[in-house]
T-cell receptor
Framework: NAGVTQTPKFRILKIGQSMTLQCTQD?????MYWYRQDPGMGLKLIYY???????DKGEVPNGYNVSRSTTEDFPLRLELAAPSQTSVYFC??????????????FGNGTRLTVT | KNEVEQSPQNLTAQEGEFITINCSYS?????LHWLQQHPGGGIVSLFM?????KKHGRLIATINIQEKHSSLHITASHPRDSAVYIC??????????????WGAGTKLIIKP
């Protein structure tokens, strides 16, 4: 299994541009998450999904959109990029929430700079 | 006050030393995660536990629900253990509670 695959690894955007961060997992996990990590800070949840067709806002959803058309894919869309969105973005997945043997699996991250 | 507090923030030790990283939380939880973030940025889940103790190789995680405290221990530490160790908790038992509360991390450096 490849696990959780994120692309791209790095990206520089100009203010006002838009882009999609791709995330795919091959573990048949129901739950998928998008986090951002600012320098020296902990992870903050942007959006999450509990299954195909179901998404919901996390702690910091403004400026982002997601979709979950399949179990495998959970892309994150940035519209009108702003410097405040400069961060490292992590996609994660897990089989369940209540299953205590179900850890989080993370992608390698996307380092985004908005200038 | 943060709901999840880790200590110490930074820890430097010599190779071979026994390492303890602490995590205290102020909310009722259903599960606690320990994760490792490598210097390159990748995040790996180490443990997910709701009671007792778990062991994997040289890593041991314990949790005391009554005291709202968890510890991560590393035996026979090695320079490759150098990383940021993160504690995160899922509060409550509701199925709708998908959010984790994250600690700020403990940066561990093991010197050869």
């Amino acid at each position: 299994n490849a696990g959780v695959t994120q692309t791209p690894k790095f990206r520089i955007l100009k203010i006002g541009q838009s882009m999609t961060l791709q995330c795919t997992q091959d573990m048949n996990h129901n739950y998928m998450y998008w986090y951002r990590q600012d320098p020296g800070m902990g992870l903050k949840l942007i959006y999450y999904s509990v299954g195909a067709g179901i998404t919901d806002k996390g702690e910091v959803p403004n400026g982002y959109n997601v979709s979950r058309s399949t179990t495998e894919d959970f892309p994150l869309r940035l519209e009108l990029a702003a410097p405040s969105q400069t961060s490292v973005y992590f996609c994660a997945s897990s089989y369940g929430v209540r299953d205590h043997n179900s850890p989080l699996h993370f992608g390698n991250g996307t380092r985004l700079t908005v200038t | 006050k943060n709901e999840v507090e880790q200590s110490p923030q930074n820890l430097t030790a010599q190779e071979g030393e026994f390492i303890t990283i602490n995590c205290s939380y102020s909310v009722g939880i259903s599960a606690l995660h320990w994760l490792q973030q490598h210097p390159g940025g990748g995040i790996v889940s180490l443990f997910m536990l709701s009671s007792g103790k778990k062991k994997h190789g040289r890593l041991i995680a314990t949790i005391n629900i009554q005291e709202k405290h968890s510890s991560l221990h590393i035996t026979a530490s090695h320079p490759r253990d150098s990383a940021v160790y993160i504690c995160a908790v899922r509060s409550g038992w509701m199925d709708s509670n998908y959010q984790l509360i994250w600690g700020a991390g403990t940066k561990l450096i093991i010197k050869p």
